[in-house]
């Protein structure tokens, strides 16, 4: 069978992987004020944090309408036997619930629920790919992403909490007691959605390596050694940065491909500058 595979945006894959492993990406909105923007296309993450700190104001997302999906799916769905078109965690947006009225006008699209965001949503388009390549019809792709999801885990370290709570997912009080504390959030996706697994104190680099450390260390044999992901926003202190490389590649030289991306402007516009997570599948 002739398999395409498409992304939403939020995937975070590099401009490489999704050469390599030929995948079609659909832009979400990033909003401005009144002006809207397509994930990288029309904007980039810097152009977020300069706005941020020029106005005060948090930029907006918002999600690909039905017909959007169906536009951008139908020469694929033209073109080959099937079309698999992952998106954003239905607990993180409307996208998928918007993708599955889109695939009622097609015999061969399949909206896929990664239940997940960033590369996290990255591994499932990537485990798809493989899929499709070792030639799995779509029944069996179907199974093993319904039994893959939930065995992702993505979480990142936040440096600093301003963005989630100007964008409503935490209080302000919460956000200056954390700051003043220099307390550092490790936020995970549990279930398809996002809480608070640990809190790390400390300057950043430090905790970088501490929160690494606590995802890895002593579960290297529980995961998968495919690929594994770090992935963090466009604005990094390189301190934090070498800090986290430096631990991170310590422990994953049993892996069989480490991948470091960026995280696009859908994700950085929730988490800000400065924040940083490992992810990676679980085995099964």
Request: glycine fraction near 8%; hydrophobic fraction near 40%.
């Amino acid at each position: 069978m002739r398999i395409k595979i498409c992304s939403d945006s939020t995937c975070d894959l590099s401009p490489a992987l999704i050469e390599r492993f030929d995948i079609a990406i659909m832009p979400l909105h990033v909003n401005l004020g009144d002006q809207a923007y397509r994930d990288g296309v029309d904007i980039k993450p810097t152009d977020l944090f300069s706005y941020v700190s020029a106005t005060g104001k948090l930029p907006t997302t918002s999600a690909i309408v039905p017909a959007e999906y169906a536009e951008f799916d139908r020469p694929y769905a033209e073109t080959y036997d099937a079309v698999f078109h992952v998106t954003i965690g239905s607990g993180f947006s409307s996208c998928y619930q918007n993708a599955c009225i889109a695939a009622q006008e097609f015999d061969n699209v399949y909206a896929i629920d990664s239940q997940n965001l960033s590369t996290g949503q990255g591994l499932v388009v990537l485990t798809i790919a493989k899929l499709a390549a070792e030639g799995k019809s779509v029944q069996e792709i179907l199974d093993y992403v319904a039994d893959l999801t939930p065995r992702v885990e993505a979480s990142f370290l936040i440096d600093q909490l301003d963005y989630l709570s100007k964008g409503g997912r935490c209080s302000a009080v919460a956000a200056l007691g954390a700051n003043l504390l220099k307390l550092k959030p490790c936020i995970e996706v549990k279930n398809g959605k996002m809480g608070v697994a640990k809190k790390y104190r400390g300057n950043y680099d430090k905790c970088l390596a501490s929160y690494i450390r606590d995802r890895l260390e002593k579960r290297l044999d529980e995961l998968e050694k495919d690929w594994i992901f770090i992935t963090n926003t466009e604005i990094m202190e390189d301190k934090a940065m070498n800090a986290a490389l430096e631990t991170f590649e310590s422990l994953t030289g049993s892996f069989g491909e480490t991948f470091h991306t960026i995280a696009g402007s859908t994700v950085s516009c929730h988490c800000g500058p400065n924040t940083l997570g490992v992810l990676f599948i679980r085995k099964g």
